[in-house]
């Protein structure tokens, strides 16, 4: 994989580097059709590894019948905006021992709904990319020249069919979530 003039490779360890300094990632399963799923989680990483907590929903299930998994953090900082993407294999992790040395059990998660469950994502590959802010400041005017308005978008296309209800949501009577 090449980069541009803008874009440089990240080491492993500054790839680690901005994981263990992250509390808020991506993680991405495949579902039982075959589809990719992505999740926003809160984690921590420890000992080579990425430890997230799970209610019994979506994540479990698929992780359950296919562990390969991905997981992507990004952010922004005084060098520019960058991004590390984690390929591994996640399973359930019960080991009390493991979990409490983990942190995960100190995270505390953005919901509110009960995460009976550890994931253990082993890491087989990880990588990063960062990127030159290309962001600019009001007090350096730019040397382009202004820029169009955007095209308009596209008009919305109908779905081809329903979303799944959310499993905490019953449906109404008219079908809506309620």
Not at 39 to 61: C, I, L, Q
Not at 117 to 127: Q, R
Not at 133 to 159: C, G, H, I, N, V
Request: proline share 11%; hydrophobic share 35%.
């Amino acid at each position: 994989m090449t980069t541009g003039p803008s874009a440089r490779r990240l080491t492993t360890a500054e790839c680690w580097g901005l994981m263990e300094a992250e509390e808020v990632g991506r993680l991405a399963v495949t579902r039982r059709d075959g589809a990719p799923d992505i999740f926003p989680v809160n984690y921590v990483v420890h000992e080579g590894a990425v430890y997230v907590r799970s209610a019994p929903d979506a994540k479990v299930v698929s992780l359950d019948a296919r562990p390969a998994a991905a997981f992507e953090i990004d952010g922004r900082d005084e060098d520019g905006v960058w991004s590390v993407v984690v390929h591994g294999h996640a399973a359930r992790t019960v080991d009390a021992v493991e979990i409490e040395r983990s942190g995960i059990t100190r995270v505390v998660s953005a919901s509110p709904r009960y995460k009976a469950h550890v994931l253990k994502l082993s890491v087989d590959t990880i990588t990063g990319r960062r990127f030159a802010d290309r962001t600019e400041s009001p007090a350096q005017p730019s040397s382009r020249p202004p820029a169009a308005a955007p095209p308009a978008p596209p008009p919305a296309r109908p779905r081809a069919e329903r979303p799944e209800p959310i499993a905490s949501h019953r449906p109404r009577p008219d079908g809506l979530l309620s």
